[in-house]
């Protein structure tokens, strides 16, 4: 007779963790998901500021620069978009990466620009306004990049990376 009690506390031990691990791992990958929605917000600023700002080029020198920067912003704004869809996916967010940092190079080509007749290319406004956003999505980024490690380090962990493998988790990008 205590054998058989033995395997059923066994058993139910073991079905216990199986739900706590389970539920731990669905907590952490729902967090970090949902610290994607102020990341998002944050580059959507970039976006709604480079369309705002760029709608009529000036000369064509600049002209061509200020394209660059808007084409930027469409490719960012398309990436942004499927990486809303799953912002866990890893190959989204290396797209969304890359089309940040394409945003953001095109961005700065055109505000080393040397001054014309006519002034600097970027006005002081669109400066403060660019780095206000930079500085706001870099807290985002962070806790975003915290959260996902999180879950990245938890579906790794001996034994729960066995309910990880068995129910599909994946491991998530961060982004840097």
Request: glycine share 4%; net charge negative.
């Amino acid at each position: 007779m205590n054998i058989p009690l033995a395997i059923w506390v066994v058993w139910a031990v073991v079905l216990f963790w199986a739900v706590g691990a389970y539920n731990r791992l669905v907590r952490l990958r729902s967090q970090a998901i949902a610290a994607f929605a102020p990341l998002e917000m944050q580059f959507i600023q970039y976006v709604t500021l480079v369309q705002g700002s760029f709608a009529l080029p000036s000369d064509d020198e600049e002209a061509g620069l200020r394209a660059g920067v808007l084409a930027a912003a469409r490719q960012f704004e398309s990436s942004l978009k499927a990486a809303r869809a799953h912002p866990l996916d890893a190959l989204a967010m290396r797209a969304l990466q890359t089309a940040h940092e394409t945003l953001c190079e095109s961005w700065s080509r055109l505000r080393d620009e040397p001054p014309d007749l006519a002034g600097e290319p970027l006005p002081a406004v669109l400066l403060q306004q660019w780095e206000h956003i930079t500085l706001q999505a870099g807290n985002a980024k962070h806790e975003f990049n915290r959260l996902v490690q999180d879950y990245n380090d938890a579906i790794v962990q001996f034994p729960a990376h066995l309910l990880a493998w068995l129910f599909s988790f994946k491991p998530a990008h961060t982004i840097t």
